[in-house]
């Protein structure tokens, strides 16, 4: 398999007052294409810093990223915020649906950014939609939908422009156990039927369960990596 994600050596320090936090320190990891990866560890090891440097959301202090060969430390704010359009999809805890849109309108925003044909855009929607069981929600905006719904249309969202892989910072954490489940299973028939690459930020255990790669952190540094 291909090496789709390498980071080298890279560090984060985050300044709040007088004090340095250490957020992560001297890390090496590499996923390759098609994993499913969770990046686990206690509160403030730094799972969400590494999965930001990684999707470009945020820069290290020091080291590379390579996603595809693309050094994405070498991008310029512009380029970098492209990159991540065409390449790279999101799943937060939050949601992070406009209330003001529906469901299929969620979707095709990031398509629209793309600049595709209108035409094409309701259409791979309507496709993402379907994908993730929401054949009967196009029209419906993100306060007329349960929980797992709205993070249903946050991963139609995220796949919605063929990224290369899929980054999911603690997805189920707003979730009841049935939704996380019901949610965890798509992901995982998502991967397993299509190959597409998930890294989950995440201290649940039903999503370790199901990893099939765990990365555990502790101190901003790797304590242990397996593969199951």
């Known amino acids: 398999m291909m090496k789709l994600i390498q980071a080298q ?4 320090t985050y300044r709040q007052r007088n004090i340095e ?20 560890g206690p509160s403030g090891c730094g799972k969400t810093t ?31 915020t492209d990159f991540r359009l065409h390449n790279i999809g999101f799943v937060f805890q939050n ?16 398509l629209q950014l793309q600049k595709i044909k209108p035409l094409k855009i309701k ?10 069981g929401l054949s009967d929600k196009l029209n419906a905006r993100p306060t007329e939908l349960s929980g797992g719904q709205q993070q249903r249309v946050a991963i139609a969202r995220a796949l919605a422009t063929q990224p290369q ?9 707003s ?13 995982q028939k998502i991967n397993q039927e299509q190959g597409t690459t998930f890294v989950f930020s ?26 199951i």
Not at 125 to 130: F, G, H, I, R, V
Not at 166 to 171: I, T
């Open 202 to 227: 995440t201290h649940d255990s039903r999503i370790i369960a199901r990893a099939k790669r765990i990365v555990r952190l502790r101190d901003g540094k790797i304590d242990g990596d397996s593969m």
């Open 50 to 80: 590494l999965l930001n440097l990684i999707g470009g959301l945020d820069q290290p202090d020091k080291g590379t990223i390579r996603i595809a060969e693309q050094d994405i430390t070498q991008l310029t704010e512009n380029q970098l």
């Open 165 to 173: 892989f899929v980054l999911a910072d603690e997805p189920t954490a």
């Open 9 to 12: 050596g890279i560090s984060k």
């Open 123 to 132: 259409q791979i929607s309507q496709e993402m939609l379907a994908l993730v």
């Open 21 to 40: 936090v250490k957020a992560i320190q001297d890390i090496d990891l590499a996923i390759h294409s098609g994993e499913f990866t969770a990046i686990v």
């Open 175 to 187: 979730l009841d156990s049935e939704n996380a489940d019901n949610l965890l299973e798509l992901m």
């Open 95 to 110: 949601y992070s649906l406009l209330p003001v849109l529906s469901a299929w309108e969620n979707v095709a925003l990031v």
